[in-house]
């Protein structure tokens, strides 16, 4: 009897064993494949990244332009170099291919939204890169998290339609305009019913730094071939406006900006300040000759939008002003820098206007004489249906220098020793590009009215066209002898005022 057990036990024992076995031997079921998911937490275009709880949106543009009679960005020739002294050599048009990547990307945490965004732009522009060049750029790169902002982005200064005014053009002077980014630290803080207020320091550099002269050396003058050389983001990029004549410092503190902001569905408010340093350099060659005491100039804006109006669904009504003393490119902003920065000059036959927008002026052992500036500028756009659209823009912007600053200008240009010269150096050395012999002062004012009007025959497919009026007001009466110059021939040219006129057309298509 216990024989006959045993076998039953053992023989269970085997048959338990091997269906383990065989059990084991099983392919083992797949994991269920995890697809992406939709993120309609904030808006269109945001998926999980698989294994997450961010959410993702990866977007960007196709943009092609061509410029008539102006620079890239449809930047008028105003600027000097061979367009602005309007010699047979200029380019009568300029074209440019770029393609815009952007991702961003949202968290929700206890302590509210984690975001990061970033836009890398790909640049091929006529005549500056090489046959199959190019160059990259990074506009914005930023990190925000309970109400802080870190990184590159639009200036705290600017209203909250900076990146949407209604125009091909970057290049005009239509108020403050930082359209690649500025780093800064910000806090936001909301006070509820879409009141805003927001405190940050940020690094201007250059796109804040107009310029200081030393009225002892040369400054780069009209005719020039140097006019345009390393102007910021252009020749020399990253070396922050260092054309001849410029006697700025280094950057000792960061701009301090703040603003108060109300958004609502009729439109938006928004009131900014900043205080900006003016540094400048020595009086002579080096350290031991001295320089003039830092000085600090500041700048305020005040802005309004418009959403709803009674002209049509989807218009639109943008209008800004600005003041700024010692500050001036917080008024004289745009891409204008990527051009010659705040250096204006353009030929008509035998005359001339021309200007310069610096934060101020100074003279050996004397103190900065800081200049005054401001500007109005005002935007209109009407869908005539879903699929066409018309802007009318215009902007007037103009800088002055005082008493003190006319004085120190008006005797260095009318000396062939100093005043305006032309080198490729930025060290006070030079030689004179030619003397001013007029009465008046150096005041400059520059109009410009502008129209736009695009064609959506598709989603996420523009094509526009836009043409561009502009006025150089100067106030001197009298003549530039030019005595070197590239194009130009030698001689007087009289002083007056001066008008332009450019274009362009662009085909975007944005994913």
Request: charged letters at 15%; one cysteine or more; proline letters at 3%.
């Amino acid at each position: 009897m216990k024989t006959i057990k045993g076998l039953i036990l053992g023989s269970a024992a085997s048959i338990l064993a091997m269906g383990g076995a065989q059990a084991a031997d099983l392919p083992v079921k797949a994991k269920a494949v995890e697809y992406v998911k939709v993120c309609s937490l904030y808006g269109a275009g945001f998926y999980y990244i698989p294994g997450t709880d961010t959410c993702i949106k990866i977007g960007g543009a196709i943009r092609l332009d061509v410029a008539f009679n102006g620079n890239v960005y449809d930047a008028p020739f105003w600027q000097g170099g061979t367009g602005g002294a309007n010699v047979f050599t200029k380019d009568y048009f300029v074209s440019r291919e770029r393609i815009n990547l952007t991702t961003d990307t949202r968290t929700a945490t206890e302590y509210g939204v984690v975001r990061t965004y970033s836009n890398v732009q790909m640049d091929f522009s006529q005549n500056r890169e090489a046959i199959a060049g190019g160059f990259i750029e990074v506009d914005y790169a930023f990190i925000q998290f309970a109400g802080f902002t870190f990184g590159k982005a639009v200036s705290q200064f600017d209203p909250q339609w900076a990146l949407s005014k209604p125009t091909i053009t970057s290049g005009t002077n239509l108020g403050s305009n930082n359209a690649t980014g500025i780093p800064q630290l910000a806090y936001t803080a909301s006070f509820g019913n879409g009141v805003s207020g927001t405190i940050s320091i940020e690094n201007g550099a250059a796109y804040r730094n107009a310029g200081l002269y030393n009225t002892s050396n040369f400054i780069v003058g009209p005719g020039a071939a140097q006019f345009l050389v390393n102007a910021y983001g252009g020749a020399g990029a990253g070396s922050g406006n260092t054309f001849l004549g410029n006697s700025q410092a280094g950057n000792h503190i960061p701009e301090i900006v703040g603003n108060i902001r109300l958004d609502q569905a009729w439109g938006t408010l928004h009131f900014a300040a900043a205080m900006h340093e003016v540094s400048a350099g020595f009086y002579g060659a080096n350290e031991l000759s001295g320089h003039p005491e830092d000085s600090y100039g500041f700048a305020v804006s005040g802005a309004v939008e418009f959403k709803t109006l009674p002209t049509g669904a989807g218009d639109s009504l943008k209008i800004e002003a600005s003041y700024a003393k010692g500050a001036a490119k917080y008024i004289f902003g745009g891409t204008t820098d990527t051009n010659g920065g705040g250096r204006y000059a353009k030929f008509d036959g035998q005359s001339l206007g021309f200007g310069y927008v610096l934060d101020g002026v100074f003279g050996a052992g004397g103190q900065i004489q800081q200049s005054t500036a401001w500007e109005v500028s005002a935007f209109y756009e009407h869908y005539w249906n879903p699929n066409w659209r018309t802007s009318l823009y215009g902007n007037y912007s103009h800088i002055s220098y005082g008493d003190g600053g006319n004085a120190l200008l008006a005797a260095a240009f009318s000396s062939n020793t100093r005043g305006l010269g032309t080198s490729a150096s930025t060290s006070p050395s030079g030689a004179t590009a030619g003397t001013l012999n007029a009465t008046g002062n150096f005041d400059l004012g520059l109009t410009q009215i502008g129209t736009k009007t695009s064609w959506t025959p598709v989603k996420n497919l523009t094509l526009s066209a836009e043409f561009i009026y502009s006025r150089l007001d100067q106030n001197l009466d009298g003549v530039y002898n030019l005595t070197s110059a590239s194009g130009k021939a030698a001689g007087a040219y009289q002083l007056k005022d001066q008008n332009l006129y450019n274009g362009a057309v662009q085909i975007l298509r944005s994913f």
